[in-house]
Antibody
Framework: QITLKESGPTLVKPRQTLTLTCTCS??????????VGWIRQPPGKALEWLAL???????RYSPSLSSRLTITKDTSKNQVVLTLTNVDPVDTATYYC????????????WGQGTQVTVS | QSALTQPVSVSGSPGQSITISCSGT?????????VSWYQQHPGKAPKLIIH???DRPSGVSHRFSGSKSGNTASLTISGLQTDDEADYYC??????????FGSGTKVTVL
């Protein structure tokens, strides 16, 4: 059974760095073709794709946030970590991690999301 | 990179069919077959209901169907049911090797 679970602080002060962890189970981050991404959703607003990391450590970022985002993975823990620097109240959102692959290029498994408030 | 454009809301009566449009450009929908649709009920994580324009994941109702023409994708829900009341988002892979989501559509079952 594939599951993903986000964890991290619920409250962050402006100008600090936000670090979120996605713990994956039921699959390996090193399996060929697998990728895990981060998507966020401000309260009452639309989904916004942030970043993606592939099994081979290739990384992709949202062009509008690339200067502030870093995505990495820890294969020993099967975790994906997202950092967002210099946060602002507009970064307040529910942050989701989700799994995709190069075979089915869509996010077919999602975590429950973690709410982050910048204040 | 701008969000894909969706109507803010669409409504229909039980049993009817509705269609949600998703307008993109030549750098996203127009370039790839990698268009997907997600259903999101309040307070829940999104759920994949369509991938690669028109493919349904296992377990997703046949009442959901997708299509694409040029830079615009569409999701049709036939035989509308009360449980279909939710927010729907389209998404596309882009020529920048990134993803982009739509602005979201609220579906109301009258």
């Amino acid at each position: 059974q594939i599951t993903l679970k986000e964890s991290g602080p619920t409250l962050v002060k402006p100008r600090q760095t936000l670090t979120l962890t996605c713990t994956c189970s039921g699959f390996s981050l090193t399996t060929t073709g697998v990728a895990v991404g981060w998507i966020r959703q401000p309260p009452g607003k639309a989904l916004e794709w942030l970043a993606l990391i592939y099994w081979d450590d290739e990384k992709r970022y949202s062009p509008s946030l690339s200067s502030r985002l870093t995505i990495t993975k820890d294969t020993s823990k099967n975790q994906v970590v997202l950092t967002l620097t210099n946060v602002d109240p507009v970064d307040t959102a529910t942050y989701y991690c989700a799994r995709t692959s190069i075979i089915a290029v869509a996010f077919n498994y999602w975590g429950q999301g973690t709410q982050v408030t910048v204040s | 990179q701008s969000a894909l454009t969706q109507p803010v809301s669409v409504s229909g009566s039980p049993g009817q069919s509705i269609t949600i449009s998703c307008s993109g450009t030549t750098i996203d929908i127009g370039s790839y077959k990698y268009v997907s649709w997600y259903q999101q009920h309040p307070g829940k994580a999104p759920k994949l209901i369509i991938h690669e324009v028109s493919d349904r994941p296992s377990g997703v109702s046949h009442r959901f169907s997708g299509s694409k023409s040029g830079n615009t994708a569409s999701l049709t829900i036939s035989g509308l049911q009360t449980d279909d009341e939710a927010d729907y988002y389209c998404s596309s892979y882009t020529t920048s090797s990134a993803f982009v989501f739509g602005s979201g559509t609220k579906v109301t079952v009258l």
